[in-house]
């Protein structure tokens, strides 16, 4: 599986950004995705999830009621709507696909896409 980011950028504390992330190949073993960042200086987090169908979402507390996390499966392709952006969400935002079963679990990581939201 392959994953591609894009949508990152620049904006203003308020703004909004549409993250999408496009994946490819053995698609099929998918069973959830999400979106999560890293600050400089900090851990990687998770930021959103969301189930193959698309029924279950989880989020941050801290972007609770602001992201909203979404896929198109006919696309293959997963978004993250970003409104009121703050400062403190300024990192590195990456996708993540993982397939599972009841004994194995494979990660699948995109290249990242830097999104900077100034004051």
């Known amino acids: 599986v392959q994953l591609v980011e894009s949508g990152g950028g620049l904006v203003q504390a308020g703004g909004s950004l549409r993250l999408s992330c496009a994946a490819s190949?053995?698609?099929?073993?998918?069973?959830?995705m999400g979106w999560y960042r890293q600050a400089p200086g900090k851990q990687r987090e998770l930021v959103a999830a969301?189930?193959?169908?698309?029924?279950?979402?989880n989020y941050a507390d801290s972007v609770k009621g602001r992201f909203t996390i979404s896929r198109d499966n006919a696309k293959n392709t997963m978004y993250l709507q970003m409104n009121s952006l703050k400062p403190e969400d300024t990192a590195v935002y990456y996708c993540?696909?993982?397939?599972?079963?009841?004994?194995?679990?494979?990660?699948?990581w995109g290249q990242g896409t830097q999104v900077t939201v100034s004051s």
């Open positions: 993540n696909a993982a397939g599972y079963g009841s004994s194995w679990r494979v990660e699948y």
């Open positions: 190949g053995s698609t099929f073993s998918i069973n959830a």
């Open positions: 969301i189930t193959s169908g698309g029924g279950s979402t």
